[in-house]
Each structure stands twice: as C-alpha cells, then as structure tokens.
C-alpha cells in the first residue's frame, strides 16, 4: 500500500513540475509575442506619421533628430523693442542668422524694424496677428489669426512664412490641424533662455548652454537688455564646441517628416535641410 501511494504522489509530482514548466514556457512565448507586437506598432505608428506629415502632427517641433552640430535659434517678437537693434548688431558680428516669430500688433508698431529683420537675412515665422491664447480659438479664429499675421509678414517683408509658434506655447489638436492645413508647419521649443523672467544674464547664459543639444530649437526674446550680453557668451562657447546657431529653415524639415509626442522631427531626404 505504501508503495501504491508513493506511486502516485511521484506522479503527482511529476505533473506539478510539467505544469510548471508549461506556465514558464507560455510566459516566455507571451514576452516574445508582445515585444514583437510593440516593434510592428512602433513601425505602424511611424508610417502612420510619415504618411500624415504636413498636415498634422501631435505635438509642436521641439527639436530635430538629424541636425549634427546645428540648433534652430529663434527670438519671439511681440512686446516693445527695446534690445532688438542691439541683438541684431550682435548676430551681425557673430554672421550668425535666426528666426524672428513676430505678431501684427508689433510690426505696425515696427514696421521700420521688421524691415530692417528680413534684409538682415534673418527668417520671419507667424507668432499671430494678436497674440491670443489659441486653444481658446474656433478653427474659423485660428484661421484669421494666421491669415492675417502671414499677410502682413508678407506685405511688409516679402517673405513668405514658413512656421508658426503659438503664443504662450498654447495649442491643441485643431491648432496643429488648421496650420497644418494652411501649409504651416508648427514648432515650439527644447530650450527656453527664460528671458522673458527678465533673468540675469548668468541665468540666460546657463538655462542656455547646460540644456541645448544639436538638433535643439532654442527660445528667447527681443526685447530683454540681458539678452544681448547672454547672446555674446553664448555665441563664444559654441563656437569652442563647434555649434552652429542657424535659422529654423535650415535645420527643421517642411515635408517628408514626422513629429513624435516629444516634440522630435524625424524624416527622410527631401526636407530643407542643408
């Protein structure tokens, strides 16, 4: 009797360690199936993007992810002008160019200046026709804001913008799609100098260089008298590490591209890149 009983707890056993070893067989199998799973809608989400770039994106452009030894420099113009003449005889010095994102509301208070901008040679992006908050905006509101910022840009300078940035970096869906539509394409930043807190320029200085990369798109202002004093340390050291400040139209592409949720542009060969 002892030994039927030992029989049968032996094959109890042995049943226990089959199952066992079916679980961690199923487990594996299942690991392998979802990590395959997760590399096809990887690829499925990038040609999603690929198919759909230029017209919509899920987030604003915040850097580029081919650009080596580039950063997109770019100034926000929408309040006085107090250090705008001073950063241009900067960017002249350095023969560096930059995107300036102005609003109406300031080039008919500057139209003299905004002038002076294009035949610099720098670029002129849409910041809107009066700075609103555009999440708030119908698509109708979006529309006229954009229409009219990019006529006017186009009647005082001749230049035909490019890209947008939402005042406030506010947006949402209908935002990206309506300048998507209009043939805009939407960048935001990676790096904001945060001259707009009317920062030191020690402040300027480092919220710049700890933070930017290559492929960077870097924010400030035009009307900061601290930021002309940042710009001449900044300019220095990246010429030491072999960084090339360039406007937005060199280094972010207008078609042939996706944009990731982080903000990341990535694309093929046919963008405007140099």
């Known amino acids: 009797m002892k030994r039927v009983f030992c029989f049968f707890a032996g094959r109890e056993r042995a049943h226990r360690g089959r199952r066992r070893l ?24 990038d040609g999603l993007w690929r198919t759909v770039s230029g017209t919509v994106q899920p987030a604003p452009i915040a850097r580029v992810a081919d650009a080596p030894g580039l950063v997109g420099l770019s100034f926000d113009v929408a309040w006085g002008d107090d250090q705008t003449e001073e950063i241009l005889e900067v960017l002249d010095i350095y023969g560096i160019q930059a995107t300036f994102f102005v609003t109406n509301t300031w080039m008919n208070a500057y139209p003299e200046l905004t002038v002076e901008i294009s035949q610099k040679g720098h670029e002129l992006g849409l910041h809107s026709a009066t700075h609103p908050y555009f999440s708030a905006l119908t698509k109708e509101g979006v529309k006229k804001e954009l229409r009219e910022n990019s006529k006017m840009v186009e009647r005082i300078t001749g230049q035909q913008a490019k890209f947008f940035r939402p005042p406030y970096g506010d947006y949402n869906n209908n ?20 001259d707009w807190q009317a920062l030191s320029t ?18 400030l202002q035009n009307n900061n008298k601290q930021t002309v004093a940042a710009l001449k340390e900044i300019f220095n050291t990246w010429q030491e590490q072999g960084i090339r ?20 542009q990535k694309g093929g060969g046919n963008g405007s890149q140099e």
């Open 22 to 45: 079916q679980l961690f067989c199923s487990l594996v199998a299942c690991g392998i199936f979802l990590g395959a799973l997760g590399g096809v809608y990887s690829a499925m989400a």
């Open 175 to 194: 935002v990206l799609a309506v300048a998507g539509e209009m043939g805009l394409v939407t960048v935001g930043w990676a790096v904001d100098g945060g």
């Open 202 to 219: 020690r402040k300027i200085c480092d919220n710049v260089l700890v933070q930017a990369k290559a492929g960077d798109i870097i924010m």
């Open 245 to 264: 400040p360039v406007p937005l139209g060199v280094m972010v592409r207008t078609q042939d591209y996706f944009v990731d949720y982080d903000g990341v």
